[in-house]
T-cell receptor, first 116, second 110 residues
Framework: DQQVKQNSPSLSVQEGRISILNCDYT??????FLWYKKYPAEGPTFLIS?????DKNEDGRFTVFLNKSAKHLSLHIVPSQPGDSAVYFC???????????????FGQGTRLTINP | DAGVIQSPRHEVTEMGQEVTLRCKPI?????LFWYRQTMMRGLELLIY????????DSGMPEDRFSAKMPNASFSTLKIQPSEPRDSAVYFC????????FGPGTRLTVL
C-alpha cells in the first residue's frame, strides 16, 4: 500500500508561471513532511520541509502548504525557472514513533518540465 | 566534504550473480539509509543503521538482500543471487539534520 502518493507523474509549466506539485498521504500519524528534488544521475537533494503544527512554510520561491484534514500537501514554485526542471519527491515521517531516525516514506515522484 | 559516496555508479550483471554495492557516508553522520528507486514504487527504504547497528530492515525485500555497516565510514548492500527484478537505482543516504543522498548505483540484472 502506498502511504504517500503523487498522482501526477509529470507536469509541464511555462517559465515564469507558477508550478504546483501535489502529494496525498494516508497515514494520519505522519507529522513531518519534506520535498526533495532530483536531477538525472544525481541523488535527491532536500528542498523544503513542514511540520504538522504549521500549514505553510516558505523559502524563497518555494512554498509548501499542508492541509491536515485532507491529508494533502503541495509545493508551489513561483516564478518557475528552467533550472527547476527535475523530479520532485514528496516524503513523510512519523517523528514521534521513531525519535531521531527520520524514517521517510516517499511518493513515486513528479517530473516537472519548465518550458522557456 | 565530498558528500555521500557510492560505488560503483553502474553495475551490469547476469542473473544469479552476487552484487555488492558500497557506500561511504558523510563523516559525523550517525544514521545511514539504503533506498531503492523503481518506476513503479518510487523510492523505498530498504534498511537503516544507527551508529553502525541495523535498526529497521523491514523494507528488505527478500533474504537475498543483506546489508552491513562494519564501521562508521562504510556500508555494503549485497544481493545474492541477483534477479532481473532487482534492476533499479540504489541510493545510500546519511543523516545530519536531514538526509543527504549519494548519487546512486544503477543496477541492471540481465
Amino acid at each position: 500500500d502506498q502511504q504517500v502518493k503523487q498522482n501526477s507523474p509529470s507536469l509541464s509549466v511555462q517559465e515564469g508561471r507558477i508550478s504546483i506539485l501535489n502529494c496525498d498521504y494516508t497515514n494520519s500519524m505522519f507529522d513531518y513532511f519534506l520535498w526533495y528534488k532530483k536531477y538525472p544521475a544525481e541523488g535527491p537533494t532536500f528542498l523544503i520541509s513542514i511540520s504538522s503544527i504549521k500549514d505553510k512554510n516558505e523559502d524563497g520561491r518555494f512554498t509548501v502548504f499542508l492541509n491536515k484534514s485532507a491529508k494533502h500537501l503541495s509545493l508551489h514554485i513561483v516564478p518557475s525557472q528552467p533550472g527547476d526542471s527535475a523530479v520532485y519527491f514528496c516524503a513523510a515521517s512519523d517523528r514521534k514513533a521513531i525519535q531521531g531516525a527520520q524514517k521517510l516514506v516517499f511518493g513515486q515522484g513528479t517530473r516537472l518540465t519548465i518550458n522557456p | 566534504d565530498a558528500g555521500v559516496i557510492q560505488s560503483p555508479r553502474h553495475e551490469v550483471t547476469e542473473m544469479g550473480q552476487e552484487v555488492t554495492l558500497r557506500c561511504k557516508p558523510i563523516s559525523g553522520h550517525d544514521y545511514l539509509f539504503w533506498y531503492r528507486q523503481t518506476m513503479m514504487r518510487g523510492l523505498e527504504l530498504l534498511i537503516y543503521f544507527n551508529n553502525n547497528v541495523p535498526i529497521d530492515d523491514s523494507g528488505m525485500p527478500e533474504d537475498r538482500f543483506s546489508a552491513k555497516m562494519p564501521n562508521a565510514s562504510f556500508s555494503t548492500l549485497k544481493i545474492q543471487p541477483s534477479e532481473p527484478r532487482d534492476s533499479a537505482v540504489y541510493f545510500c543516504a546519511s543523516r545530519g539534520g536531514t538526509q543527504y543522498f549519494g548519487p546512486g548505483t544503477r543496477l541492471t540484472v540481465l
